[in-house]
């Protein structure tokens, strides 16, 4: 039943190292978007992707990259980890008009980064 | 840039209390307004959406324009109601991008 997946729980990284968070989803969704969660801030929005090889920034992207090479497929990369992207990351998909449906979220993934 | 804003970080209710759950936004168009719901250790899940004027495990959500607010409300509130809540909108020259508000952690006491 598990839609959106996100490939791991917990992560613990360095500072300095380059990171890449995946996201699958196998609904056929257009959109993808990858959001921090941290206390008393909520979600906010870092990158999303209309389409393949497509990509918008969200509101907060400095110090993140993403990839959308398929469809079904959107990678998060912080290109060197800081203490400061220590968070919760979610992952979610929508159709085009998801306007109507809303978002399927991911699980998340706990990174802490050392 | 449309703003969510969800003023009570904390809400604690006795249960068989009524809850409301107060969300404001800044937009002064016509966005599509969401509740979401993240119970403990699960994911972030749909609760109910403006345009479908649902009810869904016993909450209502009513657009008030003039006031600019989506407020969540349920007469009584059950102990497995206690999760954080957060309020989103989405404007119409977004696309589907959603703007979340700060969430309401909701602890219903026994």
């Known amino acids: 039943d598990v839609k959106v997946t996100q490939s791991s729980r917990y992560l613990v990284k360095r500072t300095g190292e380059k990171v890449f968070l995946e996201c699958v989803q196998d609904?056929?969704?257009?959109?993808m978007f990858w959001y921090r969660q941290d206390p008393g801030l909520g979600l906010r929005l870092i990158y999303f992707?209309?389409?393949?090889?497509?990509?918008e920034k969200g509101d907060i992207p400095e110090g993140y990259s993403v990839s959308r090479e398929k469809k079904e497929r959107f990678s998060l990369i912080l290109e060197s980890a800081s203490t400061n992207q220590t968070s919760m990351y979610l992952c979610?998909?929508?159709?085009?008009?998801?306007?109507?449906?809303?978002?399927?979220f991911g699980s998340g993934t706990r990174l802490t980064v050392v | 840039a449309q703003r969510v804003t969800q003023p009570e970080k904390l809400l604690s209710v006795f249960k068989g209390a009524p809850v409301e759950l107060k969300c404001n936004y800044s937009?002064?168009?016509?966005?599509?307004l969401f509740w979401y719901v993240q119970y403990s250790r699960q994911r972030l899940q749909l609760l109910l959406r403006?345009?479908s004027r649902e009810s869904i495990k016993g909450f209502t959500a009513d657009l008030n324009k003039g006031e600019t607010s989506f407020h969540l409300k349920k007469p009584f509130a059950q102990e497995e109601d206690s999760a954080m809540y957060y309020c989103?909108?989405?404007?119409?020259?977004?696309?589907?991008?959603?703007?979340f508000g700060e969430g309401t952690q909701l602890t219903v006491n026994p």
């Open positions: 609904m056929d969704h257009e959109n």
């Open positions: 403006h345009i």
């Open positions: 992707s209309y389409d393949v090889k497509m990509k």
């Open positions: 979610a998909s929508s159709r085009s008009w998801g306007r109507l449906y809303g978002y399927t």
């Open positions: 937009y002064s168009g016509s966005p599509e």
């Open positions: 989103a909108s989405q404007e119409e020259t977004s696309g589907s991008r959603l703007t």
